[in-house]
């Protein structure tokens, strides 16, 4: 359904993300301050019509970024904005020959555009075989507590879900893009701190730096109040 959905959505993905940008921008500025040191590459995993990837990539000063997205669509709108590499592919399908990259970006609950649980593992250990040894991976992904964008009734009643009858199909929802008089069905994951740190490990990747972002002002909040972001690098080195 997801792949479907974001080839519907690309026509008019600009103006559905400019809705999100406070959200996106506060995870950038975070991206910036969280930066490797001596950073000149850059892969983003999901790029959308690759816009803020290049945004951030030049503000960042890197000098190579490649782009990727499943979606055909999408991949022909980050050409229209970027004259460097553009992968067609899914996040677990990076291919083995893309380089190892200083920076790599995967953002706006990305991983939550992918349903089964082995292929957000299996594309997080594709994007840490891709990070350069003292490169860092940025993820942001949307959080299945955060009471400011679900209400509290809401988060109460999926933390009941979680400790009395614990499954993966408890983070799954469905929901509506409504853009330019178009209502495009879809359905993404929401996500839990512990399962991200499970998620984590087992990719063999270590969270370095953590916050939660505020999904209407962009501003650093507390655990409840936001969707979480994280910097990674490689278990043998932090």
Known sequence: MASAAYDALAPHYRRYAL???AYCDGVDRLIASWLPSQASTMLD???GDGVRAVQLASSLGIDALVLSDPSQP???QCRSHHRGTVLTCAAEALPSNAGA???ITCVWNVLGAIEEPERRLAALHGMKERLAP???LFVDVHNRYNVAAAGLRRVVAR???DLVTPSQANGLVS???EIDGLRIPTRGYLFTDPEMRRLFAAARLTPVRHAFVHYDTGQVCG???GQMVWALEHASRA
């Open 74 to 76: 999408m991949s022909e």
């Open 134 to 136: 003292a490169g860092r």
């Open 45 to 47: 995993v999901g790029s």
């Open 101 to 103: 990259f200083d920076v």
């Open 175 to 177: 929901f509506t893009w």
């Open 223 to 225: 655990r409840w109040r």
């Open 19 to 21: 809705r999100r940008a």
């Open 159 to 161: 933390m009941a879900r």
